[in-house]
């Protein structure tokens, strides 16, 4: 793989991303929990996009022009040690063929650049299409 790049997902990333999603629910090996339907991950999707700053985000990892991964960031309010709004690194996932290539250190590392707060990115959707400062976006 020539290069993996992350980034923050928007509505054009919709279908490839529920694609994913769907191998990552099929390939659980938890029997007690149902799987969603595709609706379902659709109508989660759209809402995550429609509110980031309050629902959290989605990163995905693409590897020479192809989705190879995804990340949910949600947000959490804690009351312990740091009170205030955190950034918990939900569900991962990678798909087989792109394993072992660094993608979840990846994502990791953008997760923690982005709770200290030393990058900004590019959130687009409905409404929101501008560079938003990760301090508003994460710590409020």
Same mark, same amino acid.
């Given at each position: 793989? *020539?290069?993996?790049?992350?980034? /923050?997902?928007?509505?054009?990333?919709?279908?490839?991303l529920i694609s994913l999603m769907r191998i990552y629910c099929d390939q659980s090996d938890e029997p007690?929990?149902?799987?969603?339907?595709?609706?379902?991950?659709?109508?989660?999707?759209h809402q995550i996009f429609q509110d980031p700053e309050h629902e959290g985000i989605y990163l995905i990892a693409r590897g020479d022009?192809?989705?190879?991964?995804?990340? *949910?960031?949600f947000?959490?309010?804690?009351?312990?040690?740091y009170p205030g709004r955190r950034a918990i690194l939900s569900d991962l996932f990678v798909i *087989?063929?792109?394993?072992?290539?660094?993608v979840? %250190? %990846?994502?990791?590392?953008?997760?923690?650049?982005? /709770?200290n707060d030393k990058l900004f990115i590019r959130l687009s959707g409905k409404q929101l299409s501008k560079i938003i400062p990760l301090?508003?976006?994460i710590n409020n």
């Open positions: 793989m *020539s290069s993996i790049t992350i980034h /923050v997902a928007n509505e054009t990333d919709i279908s490839e007690h929990v149902p799987k969603p339907i595709n609706d379902d991950l659709l109508h989660l999707c022009h192809h989705m190879i991964g995804f990340a *949910s960031l947000w959490s309010w804690p009351f312990t040690h *087989s063929d792109a394993r072992g290539e660094g979840a %250190y %990846y994502f990791k590392l953008v997760k923690n650049k982005l /709770v301090k508003k976006l």
